[in-house]
T-cell receptor, first 113, second 114 residues
């Protein structure tokens, strides 16, 4: 069964600190993996996309990694800001006839002053 | 437009009433997707369109739920005879090239069934 598991479920950090969010998936055949940021009351916004051949990709203070062998991805946030408080959702696409997109449950990040 | 526009922002219905949600995709995007998010949990895929044609409806409940994307009109998601468990945020997303591409989400419609 295609699944995307994220950890931790929630996380509280102090402003300025770094953090790493995890995503494990069993989606096959793998097409790509995206990290989305969902602010409260808003729709998700794409942060990064990782394809099979990519190991690391950065977008400002966000760095995503992908290990296609172990089927794991991480999102590292550097020097966190209050505005980073949001849900971070890992979304994996599988190419199965058409395309299937499977969403993780998200990690709820709280950045405190 | 440059954003996916969803209306209304909030919708309250009594159990058994009809609910209709609207979505205007970004201009030029051929694909539209509907998702249901219950209590901030994972997104459940409902249905997708390529232009006005149903692309994938494997997530649509067989009863009570229907959706359309007609030319020159906002897309719509309609729920007949709403139930308490239909309470959720319904997100619409669009993409220019298909389900494997980046999705651009609207802000959602919060449906509360009382």
């Amino acid at each position: 069964k295609n699944q995307v598991e994220q950890s931790p479920q929630s996380l509280i950090i102090l402003e300025g600190k770094n953090c790493t969010l995890q995503c494990n998936y069993t989606v096959s055949p793998f097409s790509n993996l995206r990290w989305y940021k969902q602010d409260t009351g808003r729709g998700p916004v794409s942060l990064t996309i990782m394809t099979f051949s990519e190991n690391t990709k950065s977008n400002g203070r966000y760095t995503a990694t992908l290990d296609a062998d172990t089927k794991q991805s991480s999102l590292h946030i550097t020097a966190s800001q209050l505005s980073d408080s949001a849900s971070y959702i890992c979304v994996v696409s599988a190419q199965t006839g058409g395309f299937k997109t499977i969403f993780g449950a998200g990690t709820r990040l709280f950045v405190k002053a | 437009g440059e954003e996916v526009a969803q209306t209304p922002k909030h919708l309250v219905r009594g159990e058994g009433q009809k609910a209709k949600l609207y979505c205007a995709p970004i201009k030029g995007h051929s694909y539209v997707f509907w998702y249901q998010q219950v209590l901030k949990n994972e997104f459940k895929f409902l249905i997708s369109f390529q232009n006005e044609n149903v692309f994938d409806e494997t997530g649509m409940p067989k009863e009570r739920f229907s959706a359309k994307c007609l030319p020159n009109s906002p897309c719509s998601l309609e729920i007949q005879a709403t139930k308490l468990e239909d309470s959720a945020v319904y997100f619409c997303a669009s993409s220019p090239d298909g389900p494997n591409e980046k999705l651009f989400f609207g802000s959602g419609t919060q449906l509360s069934v009382l």
